[in-house]
């Protein structure tokens, strides 16, 4: 009955004849004061998904939002609808503040977006406890896991809203959260049997590809000459590059500007416009330009240098193709941008983690397998399907069968559940007995040394695959465990082929498993001791980083 009335809603205000499938289970659940988690590609459409139950209850929906300026963006676009929406946030002068509150509790405003630090402040909880808050939504909900690839640590602090406010329902929603990120997120909510609404992350319209950064400047001015009438995004590192590009592309007449967070905020925001309105063809940019933009003609996305993270790169090429028709996404790749952006971790305490996100960017960007298939993969959407249309779907990668291979490396994680670091699985392989495998027991299993017949350097390579592939997955008890994924059993039980590629050591002949080092007791006690030593200490930094603790017990 009432998502009768959902539907009057998106028409009368939104204009739009019909939901999206997943927007109207997600009203639906939010109407019947359940928790959810919302898991939307970006441009997905999620933002209706708590808008529209916000006007159809009576009360108020309170939204937190990271930016100040998507507030802003979305605020001004529901009040154009008529909606009696408004923000808060650092922005507004205390005068202005105290206007709004004053509506607010007449009971005037449907919808109150505000900051992550509005939230938490104590004024603001005494404001809540006094007005009738329909539902709270968390929009960017990744950024409350030190797991996401966008952590803010005002985010962190919105777990006490379930405790106070137990009967406001909370929905949560992001565009990027893997399996570990989603789990955090639930569990520092602290939601409630949360229903979970997960739409397929595929967006089958991009075409996928990544090259080698070699005269990327002359590939890129190429490419865009090729396609004459259509505007894109090319992301670069530095704010420098956007300068130094957008020039380049000028001087060869192409309608360019740049965007990054050292420009006045008034030069952004034409170049902002200017981009939306067709004005200028191609925006040269850091990261800090797209989120929020609703542009629906972006027909591609260019990375100068390799993104952070396959979070940010997916979010980024996300934003290519919003309307559905066919967009392109090119990667540029080197080991100079790699080596850069590992030393920008260096400083950070979550480097760890950092560094393991940097990799599997990486090994995407090298890899010769469907760029599809391992996007899913890293989302959680376990497929083995090529897509039969990406840049190595359309190459020729010289592949091999690796069955054999595939299925030993998952035996043994199978018997080491839980506590093979993914560093040591080659060692374990090859049967190489260092101090720090012995220390683990991993000499013990029947495997040790199945695979001796492929070097450790080989092996390395098979296991990013393998975890790239969705064969094996890493849980980061701020070291990476290996874990298995609902592919594995398909390999070890169902004798599904695995291909691999790029094993630069011809398989040799198999030898024998031998010690690579006397080790004597003395120095194996010490070896242990360390290794313990390095444990406890990886444990009680994973206890202040907030690890979630169903990962941290898990062995
Ligand atoms: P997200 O927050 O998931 O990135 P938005 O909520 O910003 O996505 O929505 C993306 C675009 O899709 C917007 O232009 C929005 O108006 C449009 N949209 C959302 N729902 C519908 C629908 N049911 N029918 C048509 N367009 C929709
Ligand atoms: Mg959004
Ligand atoms: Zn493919």
């Known amino acids: 009955m009432v998502i009768e009335q959902a539907k009057e809603i998106l028409k009368d205000i939104f204009g739009y004849s019909s939901f999206r499938p997943m927007q109207e289970k997600v009203i639906e659940a939010a109407l019947n004061k359940k928790d959810c988690l919302v898991l939307m590609p970006t441009g997905g459409g ?3 998904c708590f808008q529209i139950p916000a006007l159809a209850l009576s009360g108020v929906t309170i939204v937190v939002s990271p930016l100040i300026a998507l507030m802003k963006d979305q605020v001004e676009a529901l009040k154009v609808n008529g909606v009696s929406a408004e923000y808060l946030n650092s922005s507004l002068s205390e005068q202005e503040q105290s206007v709004i509150i004053e509506r607010l509790h007449k009971g005037d405003i449907k919808l109150l977006y505000v900051s992550p630090e509005k939230m ?3 004024s ?8 009738n808050v329909n539902l709270i939504a968390i929009d960017e909900a990744h950024c409350i896991s030190s797991w996401g690839h966008d ?12 405790k106070q406010f137990k009967d406001v329902p909370i929905m949560a929603l992001t565009a990027t959260a893997d399996p570990l990120t989603q789990n955090d997120i639930a569990i520092q909510l602290r939601l409630s049997k949360p229903k979970i609404f997960k739409d397929s992350f595929s967006r089958p319209n991009i075409f996928i590809e990544a090259r080698p950064a070699y005269k990327r400047k002359e590939v890129i001015l190429d490419f865009i000459q090729e396609r004459e009438d259509e505007s894109g995004i090319v992301y670069c590192l530095s704010k420098k590059n956007t300068e130094d590009l957008s020039r380049f592309l000028r001087s060869n007449g192409v309608s360019s500007g740049f965007y990054h967070a050292g420009m006045d905020p008034s030069l952004r925001n034409r170049v902002q416009n200017d981009f939306i309105n067709d004005r200028i063809k191609v925006v040269c940019a850091t990261i800090a330009f797209g989120m929020g933009i609703d542009k629906s003609n972006v027909r591609w996305v260019i990375h100068h240098n390799l993104p952070k993270n396959i979070e940010g790169y997916y979010q980024e ?36 983690i950092l560094n393991a996100r940097l990799d599997r960017m990486l090994h995407f960007a090298e890899s010769n397998h469907c760029r599809r298939k391992l996007l899913l993969n890293y989302f959680g959407e376990w497929t083995m399907d090529n897509c039969g249309e990406c840049d190595n779907c359309k190459g020729s990668p010289s592949l091999f069968d690796g069955t ?15 506590r093979l670091p993914k560093e ?15 220390a683990g027991g991993f000499d013990v299993i029947k495997t040790f040394g199945a695979g001796a017949d492929v070097s450790g350097d080989d092996w390395e390579r098979i296991v990013n695959q393998l975890v790239s592939l969705g064969y094996l997955k890493v849980e980061y008890q701020l070291g990476s465990i290996l874990a298995l994924t609902p592919l594995s059993d398909k390999v070890l039980f169902e004798g599904k082929t695995v291909m691999l590629h790029r094993l630069n050591e011809k398989i040799k002949r198999a030898k024998k498993v031998t010690r690579k080092k006397q080790i004597t007791a003395s120095s194996f006690d010490q070896e242990k001791g360390l290794f313990e030593r390095l444990r406890q200490l990886r444990r009680s930094m994973a206890v202040e980083q907030g690890v979630p603790p169903y990962i941290l017990f898990s062995d």
């Not at 603001?124 to 007005?131: C, D, P, R, T």
């Not at 952590?151 to 379930?162: A, M, N, S, T």
């Open 317 to 352: 090429i996300g934003r290519s193709g919003r309307d559905g028709m066919p967009a392109h996404a090119l990667l540029f790749y080197g080991y100079q941008d790699y080596k850069v952006l590992s030393s920008f971790n260096e400083e950070s305490e979550r480097k760890v």
């Open 124 to 131: 603001f909880y005494y404001i809540m406890l006094q007005v």
């Open 151 to 162: 952590f803010r640590p005002d985010y962190k602090k919105l777990g006490y809203l379930k």
């Open 46 to 48: 999620k933002s209706i």
């Open 424 to 438: 040591l699985l080659p060692k374990v392989m090859t049967g190489d007995r260092t101090p720090d495998v012995v």
């Open 404 to 418: 054999v291979l595939a299925q030993k490396a998952l035996s043994a994680v199978a018997r080491l559940r839980g």
């Open 120 to 122: 938490n402040s104590e």
